[in-house]
């Protein structure tokens, strides 16, 4: 597993309805991790980000946008799996 990685940053392709579709990232330490729109059914198979710590991460479905943290909550154990993509703090 790598190390660190500061920041990932997933616009995906014009006209496409998902940029982010059954993909992994994993290391150490994940900084700023901005995904785009996901296409959160992956047919029951697990996708998402593992790592020790996450600064923070940025995602749409549809067009609402979310973050995490966020300022407003305190969300210390990361964010929740959405249908199969979940993050993974270990």
Known sequence: MARSIRSVTVRGIAGAAASTINSHIAAAHLG????????????????GLACDTLTRLTYKNGKMSYAWPNANAAEKAGPLPVQDFEVWLV
């Open 32 to 47: 700023t991790i901005s995904l785009g729109v996901i296409q959160f059914d992956n047919l029951g198979t697990p996708f």
